[in-house]
């Protein structure tokens, strides 16, 4: 997972956003995912963006796609105690490539 | 529909034991892959399948090997284990290799410790 990078950790207060982010390395990606973990669980899909779009929201989440930086972003409205997990960004241009994940930390 | 099936959740082994681990999907899925993970390293692609009967290194596939001997089954052997080798393993698997179809789904893992 080395060539996509993730900071590794974002501590955040109930009800306030979350920014995640996330830069990538081949301009070829097609798709970008955002996978959530939760302790002691597989990953699981939270969502994905198709290259050729800016922007994609699905209920209180929203992912920007700067594909000129090569900067993808994972946006949490209303952050709840149970978003606490560890985030992993994806890219896909014939093979995954993994981040090392962000651990997102929330507190009351 | 289970998706992906992991067995066993935890391993113990001694150095220098052998052990298999199970992975099952019920998606009638082409691809399957495993992966390690480690903390701060993310996930690392040990070995990878293409379909039934055909198997690919991945990242880190030194110590490992894999059968693919049905669709809907993908073993991860350990012939020797090592300390190096104490991590959690996943499994995965998609309908192809890029865009939606290459979207992963992830078994719940397992934990394997070697002594």
């Known amino acids: 997972g080395e060539d996509v990078e993730q900071s590794l950790f974002l501590s955040v207060r109930e009800g306030d956003s979350s920014v995640i982010n996330c830069t990538y390395t081949d301009s070829s990606s097609t798709y970008l995912y955002w996978y959530k973990q939760e302790p002691g669980a597989g990953l699981q899909l939270l969502t994905y963006?198709?290259?050729?779009?800016d922007m994609k929201q699905d209920q209180r989440l929203t992912v920007l796609l700067n594909k000129k930086d090569k900067h993808l972003s994972l946006r949490i409205a209303d952050t709840q105690t149970g978003d606490s997990a560890i985030y992993f960004c994806?890219?896909?241009?014939?093979?995954?490539?993994f981040g090392a994940g962000t651990q997102v930390v929330v507190t009351p | 529909n289970a998706g992906v099936t992991q067995t066993p959740k935890f391993r113990v082994l001694k150095t220098g034991q052998s052990m298999t681990l199970l992975c099952a999907q019920d998606?009638?899925?082409?691809?399957m892959y495993w992966y390690r993970q480690d903390p701060g390293m993310g996930l690392r692609l040990i070995h990878y399948s293409v379909g039934e009967g055909t198997t690919a290194k991945g990242e880190v596939p030194d110590g490992y090997n894999v059968s693919r001997l049905k669709k809907q089954n993908f073993l991860l052997g350990l012939e020797s284990a090592a300390p190096s080798q104490t991590s959690v393993y996943f499994c995965a698997s998609s309908y192809g290799s890029g865009g939606a179809q290459g979207t992963q789904y992830f078994g719940p893992g397992t934990r394997l410790t070697v002594l």
């Open positions: 994806a890219e896909t241009w014939g093979k995954f490539q």
């Open positions: 998606m009638n899925h082409e691809y």
């Open positions: 963006i198709f290259s050729n779009m």
